[in-house]
């Protein structure tokens, strides 16, 4: 099951700034580092974001992370067409001994 | 290059069993952990299971525990995963994944697995 709960859609116009919150726990997030993984349909997943904030090379810098307590964030600044696919966060989780996604959010480029 | 690649997946009768297999390229295979995560068609992902670099350490989601076992195969670079007692909500594209920096930073391209009678 997903414990780590994000808004299932967000959207914005080119050059727009769009955010994406993932909403945890005690025993996830606010214990542990956040990724994020960008899903192109059809595709595999594929990370954009690491220990919270840092960017894999090859990853544009419009891409960021942020965390605070329970929470945490990703932003894409300069929005861009290529930038539409389902997202997702993921972290350890102490309690439950594993991993946990959270639910993904469609981001749409209208 | 570094590569993970799936292999195993078919259609399956409730109750049975099924082995995925992950062929790793490029990299030092020891030197990480190793997981499977998976998706149920047009849903999210799922971790289901890992295990560390020496195969000494294995964690199962709850979901499968008991009736799944991850293991790896260091001198073949080969990771694999034992389905057993399958039911209909095992369904799902599989993908193995290499952890780095606390990340899922590698992944196969997925291969797919169908319970069904």
């Known amino acids: 099951q997903s414990v780590l709960t994000q808004p299932p859609s967000a959207s914005g116009t080119p050059g727009q700034r769009v955010t994406v919150s993932c909403s945890g726990s005690?025993?996830?997030?606010?214990?542990?580092?956040v990724s994020w993984y960008q899903q192109l349909p059809g595709m595999a997943p594929k990370i954009i974001i690491y220990?919270?904030?840092r960017r894999p090379s090859g990853v544009p810098d419009r891409f960021s992370g942020s965390k605070s307590g329970t929470s945490a964030s990703l932003a894409i600044s300069g929005l861009q067409s290529e930038d539409g696919a389902d997202y997702f966060c993921?972290?350890?989780?102490?309690?439950?001994?594993?991993?946990?996604f959270g639910t993904g959010t469609k981001v749409t480029v209208l | 290059d570094v590569q993970l690649l799936d292999s195993g997946g078919g259609l399956v009768q409730p109750g049975g069993s099924l082995r995925l297999s992950c062929a790793a390229s490029g990299f030092t295979f020891i030197d990480f952990g190793m997981h499977w995560v998976r998706q149920a068609p047009g849903k999210g992902l799922e971790w289901v299971s890992s295990?560390?670099?020496?195969?000494?350490?294995?964690y199962y989601a709850d979901s499968v525990k008991g009736r799944f076992t991850i293991s790896r195969e260091n001198s073949k670079n080969v990771l694999y995963l034992q389905m057993n007692s399958l039911r209909a909500e095992d369904t799902a594209l599989y993908y193995c994944?290499?952890?780095?920096?606390?990340?899922?930073?590698?992944w196969g391209q997925g291969t797919m697995v169908t319970v069904s009678s």
């Open positions: 295990i560390s670099g020496s195969g000494d350490d294995t």
């Open positions: 993921a972290a350890w989780d102490d309690s439950l001994d594993g991993y946990v």
């Open positions: 005690t025993s996830n997030i606010g214990i542990k580092t």
């Open positions: 220990n919270t904030n």
């Open positions: 994944a290499r952890l780095d920096n606390n990340a899922f930073d590698i």
